[in-house]
């Protein structure tokens, strides 16, 4: 999809396990083919494909630039005019991430993000909601429930015992070890 003079807008949203990262480089790698130039960045919390990659759950990864913040994304996007942003982990960026893309896309640069848009007490993790609404496209994806196998629109954090912890950062990162993947009928505990 191209927009007249102006980027569009791509949200990838879901719970954890849903496939987000999967599908934003599988959107780069058919941008690459197309021969455009796309800059790749994730965020530095996220450090399961080592230093410098994106990393998937299933194993895949690419080269990526690993920012802490929104400033450090419009200063690296300074004067650079690549055809599409893939940016991953959004919701680790914050609502002062959704001014620099609006910048970015002002300036005719396409921008495909990723992130969750759900934290793991079923709140609105900004700023995926306010990027969702400004977006030409979102695709919501859903993982699946650890406990049913039903598709799964949320996710939960789990404590070292299994057991769900009632508090804990939402910028906590981690993969199956800490959080599981659940149906609306078993994101609470003891249903």
Avoid: N, W
């Amino acid at each position: 999809m191209r927009c007249a003079d102006a980027g569009c807008l791509h949200v990838i949203a879901g719970p954890m396990f849903a496939g987000k990262t999967e599908e934003l480089l599988r959107r780069v790698h058919r941008a690459q083919l197309a021969g455009l130039h796309v800059e790749v960045v994730g965020h530095r919390l996220d450090d399961r494909g080592g230093a410098g990659r994106l990393s998937t759950h299933a194993g895949r990864s690419s080269p990526a630039r690993m920012l802490a913040d929104a400033a450090q994304l419009r200063e690296t996007m300074a004067g650079a005019r690549p055809d599409l942003l893939a940016l991953d982990e959004a919701q680790f960026f914050g609502p002062a991430l959704v001014p620099v893309l609006e910048e970015l896309l002002e300036r005719g640069i396409d921008v495909v993000v990723a992130g969750l848009c759900v934290t793991y007490e079923g709140e609105p993790f900004a700023p995926l909601p306010a990027l969702m609404a400004s977006a030409e496209e979102v695709v919501k994806l859903t993982a699946v429930c650890t406990v049913c196998g039903a598709d799964a629109a949320f996710h939960v954090r789990l404590v070292q015992d299994g057991a769900e912890a009632l508090r804990a950062t939402a910028e906590q990162v981690g993969g199956a070890e800490s959080y599981q993947a659940r149906c609306r009928g078993h994101r609470v505990a003891d249903r």
